[in-house]
């Protein structure tokens, strides 16, 4: 695999940062764009625009086809069994608020459990926080160990009779640590609760099979997957999707409005309200060709090796102090350096153009139970080499030599 050709297929590495090139390690807020997806955006609004299932017209058949197209390329990369088990959203954030809400609605009761971590994203936890004050509905977190992991143990300690589904992240955005779905899975099933995973993190860098892993629910965000912002994905067994009820109203989620009554609309469409984001969609599937050309194994394998060489490099750094050390871990290194805040290191070191986070990460109660309020986070796509983490190196000894 030939990063250097990689990169060359990404647009904004052809440009200077403050006078330097860009060594862009924030793949986990978001990923860059490969000129492809960029170019299919274009292409759609200016040569192939129209609206998707609603007119009969030849532009807006074509663009329903396109637009069905990529839910089969999408079924395909994740190996769900079938393409009306794809829903498309505005986002991760919509796809697990849509099955907090609709599950909410139709099985919890007050005293009730949801299980998650304390590994979560915010995103993983407000939506569930707005069903315990709704609904009387508790929520239980699993530890995370002193390697910034979540262990199956862990899991299985925080289980009751009263836990009515686990909702937990694939890969943490903070400590990286790969946490067992299928295993977890496999141990919710035998007590009949479902699973949600935020995926998030682990849909850019992790083959998924969902018929391995048989998690209930899965949420992807395709902008952290070199496609384009404002598109999510929810995968989500067929089951559920015919039991729950609609997140939300309107057109195109129909079968038949009457005064007397509504029928909705067959799967996935009953998810699918209003106009959705047609664009992003169709040029999404430029990403999954992407990731398909240069192959998720591919990535991974890169990616860990990166990953591993920077560990390296910033364990040897004086004052240097890395969040976790999960014994399965994806390509995020949080960090913190002794006396300086981690807005002061991000801000300076893109002064020599290396672009990291810094921050709680929306992770708020994982920095809380580790004592900090922030920390500075490198995160890792296919574009990234060890070169990068030389740079970040020496740019965080400069940083260390202005607060001396």
């Known amino acids: 695999?030939?990063?250097?050709?990689?990169?060359?297929?990404?647009?904004?590495?052809?440009?200077?940062?403050?006078?330097?090139?860009?060594?862009?390690?924030?793949?986990?807020?978001?990923?860059?764009?490969?000129?492809?997806?960029?170019?299919?955006?274009?292409?759609?609004?200016?040569?192939?625009?129209?609206?998707?299932?609603?007119?009969?017209?030849?532009?807006?058949?074509?663009?329903?086809?396109?637009?069905?197209?990529?839910?089969?390329?999408?079924?395909?990369?994740?190996?769900?069994?079938?393409?009306?088990?794809?829903?498309?959203?505005?986002?991760?954030?919509?796809?697990?608020?849509?099955?907090?809400?609709?599950?909410?609605?139709?099985?919890?009761?007050?005293?009730?459990?949801?299980?998650?971590?304390?590994l979560e994203h915010h995103s993983n936890y407000v939506p569930w926080h707005y069903l315990r004050k709704s609904k009387g509905v508790k929520i239980e977190f699993a530890d995370v160990n002193e390697d910034g992991e979540v262990t199956l143990e862990s899991i299985e300690k925080k289980i009751t009779s009263k836990t009515k589904i686990i909702a937990i992240t694939h890969l943490s955005n903070v400590t990286g640590a790969i946490l067992p779905i299928k295993e977890i899975t496999q141990l919710a099933h035998s007590k009949n609760i479902p699973v949600l995973v935020d995926g998030c993190q682990g849909a850019p860098h992790l083959k998924l099979d969902m018929q391995d892993l048989d998690c209930d629910f899965y949420a992807i965000s395709c902008?952290?997957?070199?496609?384009?912002t404002g598109l999510g994905i929810l995968y989500a067994k067929k089951k559920w999707l015919e039991?729950?009820?609609?997140?939300?109203?309107?057109?195109?989620?129909?079968?038949?409005?009457?005064?007397?009554?509504?029928?909705?609309?067959?799967?996935p469409n009953k998810y699918e309200a209003g106009t959705m984001q047609t664009a992003q969609v169709i040029a999404f599937d430029e990403s999954i060709k992407f990731l398909n050309k240069v192959g998720i194994e591919n990535i991974s394998k890169h990616e860990n090796e990166v990953l591993m060489y920077g560990e390296e490099i910033l364990r040897k750094n004086n004052s240097v102090k890395l969040i976790g050390n999960p014994k399965n871990k994806g390509g995020v290194l949080s960090f913190t350096i002794d006396g300086i805040h981690p807005h002061d290191i991000a801000t300076i070191l893109d002064e020599d153009g290396v672009a990291i986070r810094a921050g709680h990460h929306c992770c708020q109660i994982l920095h809380d139970k580790l004592g900090l309020p922030a920390t500075a986070r490198a995160s890792l796509g296919v574009y990234n080499t060890k070169e990068d983490f030389d740079i970040l190196d020496k740019a965080i000894n400069k940083t260390k030599k202005i607060f001396k």
Request: avoid cysteine; aromatic fraction near 10%; hydrophobic fraction near 35%.
């Open 223 to 228: 902008h952290k997957m070199y496609g384009p």
């Open 243 to 267: 039991e729950l009820p609609p997140y939300q109203g309107g057109g195109g989620m129909i079968g038949e409005v009457k005064k007397e009554g509504i029928t909705y609309g067959d799967l």
């Open 1 to 118: 695999m030939n990063i250097d050709n990689i990169k060359k297929e990404f647009p904004i590495f052809n440009q200077k940062i403050q006078n330097n090139d860009l060594v862009y390690l924030d793949s986990a807020n978001s990923s860059q764009k490969p000129q492809v997806v960029i170019d299919r955006i274009y292409d759609f609004y200016s040569k192939e625009f129209s609206n998707v299932g609603r007119s009969i017209h030849y532009l807006a058949v074509a663009a329903t086809n396109m637009y069905e197209n990529t839910r089969v390329s999408v079924q395909k990369f994740i190996n769900a069994r079938d393409k009306n088990e794809i829903v498309f959203t505005k986002g991760a954030t919509e796809a697990i608020n849509l099955v907090a809400s609709t599950f909410g609605q139709k099985y919890l009761k007050s005293g009730d459990e949801v299980l998650l971590t304390e």
